[in-house]
C-alpha cells in the first residue's frame, strides 16, 4: 500500500518538472521562437529538443517513468531465507581446520632439522696443492709432570645400617627422641635367638597379660616368663665402624629384678664406654611409680669394623612374682663421631650417663631457640636467651640410679653466656645437700668460650638398703637476666661406694 502511494505520487512529481519552468515549452498565447528545424535532425524543430539532452541538466528526469506514467508497480522481490545453522556441522568443521594446523605444526617441527639442513649451503674445504717443504727438525721438550692433586672420587651413598632400620625414633612406641640419624629395632621374635623358644608354655604374651589386666588397648609384644633361660638378640647385617647406644625394654606390667647384658662382636666382648650393662628393673615399690614402659640403656659401645654381625645376650635363674622376666626388643642408636670426642674430655674414673636435652623436661622456656651445631651433642642444642621470668630445667626421676657420688657436668657450646643458675639434686623425691654441705649448687654459664664441660657440683647418695635411687635433677634460672644459656647433653660420673 505505503509502495503504491509512494510511486503515484513520484510519477506526479516528475510530471510537474516536466511541464513547469520548462524554458522551452511555449505557454498559451505564446509564440514559440525558433521554429527553425535542428541541423542534422530534420523533422525536429527547436521547439522539440531532444529530450536526452536533459540528462545532465538541472532538470533530472526518471527516465522509465517519463516514457511509461502509467507502468504498474513491481512488487519487491521476496527476501531469500537464511538457512540455519547446524551446530554439528560447524563443530566438525572447526576440529577438521584445528586437526589440520596441528598436524601441520607437528610435521614442521619433525622436519624443520632435515628442511634447514637441506635449505643450508654447508660449504666444503678446497683441496690445497701440495707443496714441498722443508722438514723440520724435532727437538727436545720436558713434559711437565703431573700435579699431586687429588682427584674427587664419588663418595657411595650409606646404606640402612639394617633392614630393620626405623629414620624417626619418634614414632617408635614408646618414643626415642634422642636418635636423630635413626634408630635400629631388633625383636625378640624375628631377631633373637630364645631359649627356652617362645611358643613353649614357659612364656606368656603381652596379649593375654594385657586382656587379663583389662588393658585392652596395649598393642606391645613382649613375652614374660617364671622359668630360667637365656636370650640372644643379633644385627641381621655387621654395623658401620662407630659409636652406638643399646636400649632394652622396661615393661610397665611384667619386668622385674636385674639383668645383666653382654654386648659381643666376632666373638670378642665390648665393654661400654659410657653407661652400665646391669639393670635394675622398676617395680611398683618406687615413688613415683612406674607409668608407662621405659627404654633403658645399657651402655654405649665403639664398634670396630667388622663383617660379623653384633650380638647382644642375656641369661637369668628361675624367677618369682617380683621378679619376673620380660623380654622384648632391642634398639641400636647410631652416635655421631663428635659424640665420641666429647665422651673423651670427661674425667677418665668412674661410670659415665649421658643424658641429650631432648630427654629433660623445660618449663617456663617461652625464651627458647633450638640451634644446630656440629661442636653440641648429636648436632643440635636448645638456647635460652635473656628469661625475663624463672625457667626450670628437670632430669625427670624416671628410671633407678645406682646409689654413690655423682659429679653433674653440663656440655656448654659457645654462646654469650652470663646466666646464673641453681642447681637441686634428689633421690626418691628428697633434697640431697651438696658434697660441701649446701642446699643447691651454683654456677654461671661461659662467656664467649670454648665448648666445653662445665663442672656444676657432686652429691653422696644415702645407703638405705643399699638399693638405687631415683634421681632427679632441677636447674632454675632466675627471671630477669641479660644473657644466654645454652642446654644441651648433662653427664653424671658416678663413683660406688668403697666397700
Known sequence: MFQLLYNSIRVKSVKSLMGMNNPFQPTSGQRPPNRQPVSGDPGRGALYPDPRSFSQSQYPINYPYAQSPNRPPQPEPPKKKKPKRNF?????????????????????????????????????STPI?????????????????????????PTETPQPLSEFWVADGESISPPVPDAPDGVVVLSVDRNAEVSPPLDSVSWTSADKI???????????NWFATYSEGWVRWYTDQPLREGLY???????????????????????QVLSPIAGSQHVEYMTSQYDPVQSQD??????MYYVTPSQEPLM??????????????SVDRLLIVPRRSEDLTHLNQLPQYGTKYILDDKRLEITGGDFLIDKTDNGSWDGSYRLIMNPDRKVTITIPADQPWPIGTYELYAWMPTTLGGINASVKFYTDNS??????????????????QPAQWVLIGSWTTDRYYERQRKIKVTIELAENQIGEFPVDAIALVHTAFSE
Open 129 to 153: 696443492p701440495a707443496t714441498l717443504t722443508a722438514t723440520i727438525q724435532a727437538t727436545a721438550s720436558v713434559t711437565p709432570l703431573a700435579t699431586n692433586t687429588p682427584t674427587a672420587l
Open 210 to 220: 594385657a586382656t587379663d589386666l583389662g588393658k585392652t588397648n596395649y598393642q606391645e
Open 431 to 448: 633434697l640431697v645437700h651438696t658434697t660441701n654441705g649446701e642446699e643447691a649448687s651454683t654456677y654461671t654459664s661461659p662467656q664467649n
Open 312 to 325: 647382644v645376650t642375656t641369661s637369668w635363674q628361675p624367677r618369682d612374682n617380683y621378679t619376673i622376666v
Open 88 to 124: 554439528e556441522d560447524q563443530f566438525g568443521k572447526a576440529f577438521v581446520v584445528a586437526l589440520v594446523v596441528f598436524i601441520i605444526g607437528y610435521m614442521g617441527w619433525l622436519f624443520a632439522p632435515r628442511m634447514r639442513n637441506a635449505m643450508t649451503f654447508w660449504p666444503t
Open 294 to 299: 621405659t627404654w633403658r640403656s645399657i651402655g
Open 245 to 267: 647406644e643399646i636400649y632394652t625394654m622396661d615393661t610397665m606390667y611384667s619386668s622385674g629384678g636385674s639383668l645383666d647384658f653382654s654386648v659381643t662382636l666376632a666373638g
